[in-house]
Every structure is written in structure tokens, then in C-alpha cells.
């Protein structure tokens, strides 16, 4: 007999979706196996779900890729929420799969929530759902880029950033947002952040003009100079930004 889908498994789904590249949808991919042994559901299954959730996904109806056209007005309502309400699905999201394995959401996160014991009421519950937020988008920029630095190819995870383009404290909206951030290496991360480097709107690396003096020093050319005009590889899904890009070349002074 056919089981319907619970609102809890389709947001779990919906979590794997956001976590791993379109192009590893399929029932031998370790992580779908994973989630289907939790959720009672078969890899075929669960697959066909996330191939559902694509269908929505307006990234890749821009770039012409469809994904399967029998998804249910449950899916489609999943992947809205996402789209509307980001944050708020991502750590609902969160919580059920914890609940699948058997913790609490606090159990589970403990390791990245250093402060939990110091805080209480309100402070603690938005403290443990920023953090888990960010670990989430770290996850879905990570798959997004195929586990690489844009720039570089590094695939070392311990090196990687989920850097956003529109700083997380100023952009509340966007703050979950997979075209506002780009998977970066420690050191272009920071140079990212700092505005020493940002990108064209066709995703080309710029180096600010406020640190030509510094192009004399034997480091520039190694570590800025050589990727000057080096084109991002681009992500499986959401492309950064334009708009995004514009806000950090403007708000840097990259038009001097």
C-alpha cells in the first residue's frame, strides 16, 4: 500500500536537496541511502523526490535543466516556503532531521554551540538557531560548489568558507540565499570579506584599487596579480548574485 509522504520526511528531504549537487540525484549516492534508511523510505523514492523539488528550482529552469514533472502540490508548497521563508525552514528542517536520529537539536549541533550553557530563553533560541543556519548554508554552498573553491579547486573542507557576498548582519532576507555566497579558500575568503578582492558581473575576479601600492611586494603577484580576471568555476545550481556582486564592488569603492 502507498505511503504518503509526512510534512517532517519532505522537509528532510528538502534538507538533502539543498546539500548535495543536482547531479548526484540518484539512488547509489551515499547521502540519499543514508536518508532513506532514517525516513523508512526507499533510495528510488527518496531520489525521485529530490528530482520533484528540482522541477521548482528556478536556477536550473533558467539554465534549461527540468527535473521531473510529477511532483505534488506538497512538494511545490516546500520548495515556496523555502524561497519565502528561509531561515525559519532551514532550522524547522534541521530539528526534524535530528528528531529522525534520535537527538535534540542541541545534542546534535553541541560541538558548534560553545555558549549554550551561558545563555537562556529567548537569547538561547535565537543563539542555536543562528548557528545552525549558518552551519546549514555552509552545507548548501559547499554541494552547490562540488566541494571546490570557485577560484582555485582546493577540496580540502577544513579550508573552505561559505563567504557571502552581502554580509549576513546586513541582508536578513538574503542571509540563506545560495546565489549570495560563494565557496572560497581561507585566504580569498578574507580577502572577499575585506573587500581587497570582489568580482565583475560576468564573475571575474577584481583586485581593489586601494592595494596597488602593495603590488611591488613579492607576495602580489603569487596570491592576487596571477588570478586577476580569472573567471569563478561556476556552481551546479544558484549562479551568484549580480545584484549581489553590484552591492560589494559598491560597497568597497572597486569604481575608483
Known amino acids: 500500500m502507498r505511503r ?95 528528531e529522525f536520529e534520535g537527538l535534540t537539536i542541541d545534542e546534535k549541533f553541541k560541538e558548534e554551540l560553545p555558549e549554550l550553557n551561558c545563555i537562556k530563553g529567548e537569547e538561547k533560541i535565537r543563539y542555536i538557531k543562528t548557528r545552525v543556519n549558518q552551519r546549514f548554508f555552509r552545507s548548501m554552498l559547499l554541494a552547490n560548489y562540488e566541494g571546490k573553491c570557485a577560484l582555485t579547486g582546493i577540496n580540502i573542507p577544513q579550508m573552505l568558507f561559505a563567504s557571502h557576498i552581502v554580509p549576513w548582519s546586513i541582508n536578513i532576507e538574503n542571509r540563506l540565499n545560495p546565489s549570495n555566497g560563494i565557496c572560497l579558500s581561507a585566504h580569498f575568503d578574507t580577502a572577499f570579506d575585506k573587500g581587497i578582492i570582489s568580482f565583475t558581473h560576468d564573475y571575474r575576479l577584481l583586485i581593489n584599487p586601494n592595494i596597488a601600492k602593495s603590488k611591488e611586494m613579492s607576495y602580489f603577484f603569487e596570491w592576487f596579480q596571477k588570478f586577476q580576471n580569472l573567471k569563478l568555476n561556476m556552481p551546479t545550481k544558484a549562479f551568484p548574485g549580480k545584484e549581489f556582486l553590484s552591492w560589494h564592488r559598491d560597497n568597497f569603492n572597486f569604481h575608483q
Open 4 to 98: 504518503n509522504w509526512t510534512e517532517e520526511e519532505l522537509i528532510v528531504a528538502f534538507n538533502l536537496y539543498c546539500k548535495i549537487p543536482f547531479g548526484t540525484i540518484h539512488h547509489r549516492n551515499s547521502k540519499i541511502i543514508e536518508l532513506s534508511n532514517l525516513i523508512n523510505r526507499t533510495a528510488d523514492a527518496l531520489a525521485l523526490k529530490l528530482s520533484n523539488f528540482a522541477s521548482f528550482d528556478p536556477e536550473l529552469k533558467e539554465r534549461g535543466i527540468r527535473g521531473l514533472k510529477n511532483a505534488s502540490k506538497k512538494d511545490a508548497e516546500i520548495f515556496d516556503r523555502f524561497y519565502f521563508d528561509r531561515e525559519n525552514l532551514a532550522f524547522e528542517s534541521e530539528k526534524a532531521l535530528a
